[in-house]
């Protein structure tokens, strides 16, 4: 019986203390009762049963936590991404203009010129509009990361709260079981 309660107590810290605890005072009174082998059983049934069930929800949170950690991880990546992006584009505009320049100057266009203005301002315009696109988009991405980081830890806190309503609800059942039985 003992050793029962042990295990629990390593699987799960101070809720198996608990457990360990409730399974030795158990086993007392299923001595004192002398219904004995029955109850003991049922007993190591139960204890079983709720630290597999709390466990599960443990092991179930956990896996969202990570799921979340990897979702924020994203997240940080889009933004990242997009700051590159953003500055390639700058780049880019910039190499745009100096070739328009070069292509003017060498084709003996004034660099003052109504139509070399005109030439980089729709380049200025073309590369703020990307720039615009890239970036909500890139924002959007890392908003939707974030809201899936949120819900997974949503789901990790309620599958360890089904963990911990489960054992609940055995040791509720349990509780019954022995109380019909009159022990």
């Known amino acids: 019986?003992?050793?029962?309660?042990?295990?629990?107590?390593k699987l799960i810290g101070g809720i198996g203390a608990g457990v360990k605890a409730a399974t030795g005072a158990a086993g007392a009174a299923a001595g004192a009762s002398g219904s004995g082998g029955l109850f003991t059983l049922k007993t190591?049934?139960?204890?079983?049963?709720?630290?597999?069930?709390?466990?599960?929800?443990?092991?179930?949170?956990q896996q969202q936590n990570a799921e979340a950690r990897q979702q924020q991880y994203e997240a940080?990546?889009?933004?990242?991404?997009?700051?590159?992006?953003?500055?390639?584009?700058k780049a880019?505009?910039?190499?745009?203009?100096?070739?328009?320049?070069?292509?003017?100057?060498?084709?003996?266009?004034?660099?003052?010129?109504?139509s070399v203005e005109q030439a980089q301002k729709q380049a200025v315009e073309d590369a703020?509009?990307?720039?615009?696109i890239s970036s909500n988009q890139s924002l959007a991405?890392?908003?939707q990361r974030r809201?899936?980081?949120?819900?997974?830890?949503?789901?990790?806190?309620s599958a360890l709260f089904q963990?911990?309503?489960?054992?609940?609800?055995?040791?509720?059942?349990?509780?019954?079981?022995?109380?019909?039985?009159?022990?």
Do not use: H, P, W, Y
């Open 92 to 114: 880019e505009l910039a190499n745009t203009i100096a070739n328009q320049k070069v292509l003017f100057a060498s084709g003996g266009v004034n660099l003052g010129s109504v």
């Open 147 to 157: 809201r899936a980081a949120r819900n997974a830890r949503s789901r990790g806190r």
């Open 1 to 9: 019986m003992e050793l029962v309660g042990g295990l629990a107590a």
């Open 76 to 89: 940080r990546e889009e933004f990242v991404d997009a700051k590159e992006t953003s500055a390639a584009l």
């Open 141 to 143: 991405r890392s908003l």
């Open 128 to 132: 703020e509009s990307e720039l615009s």
């Open 44 to 61: 190591i049934s139960t204890t079983f049963g709720v630290v597999s069930q709390i466990g599960r929800g443990i092991a179930a949170q």
């Open 163 to 183: 963990g911990f309503a489960g054992a609940a609800g055995t040791l509720a059942n349990a509780a019954l079981d022995r109380k019909e039985i009159g022990a």
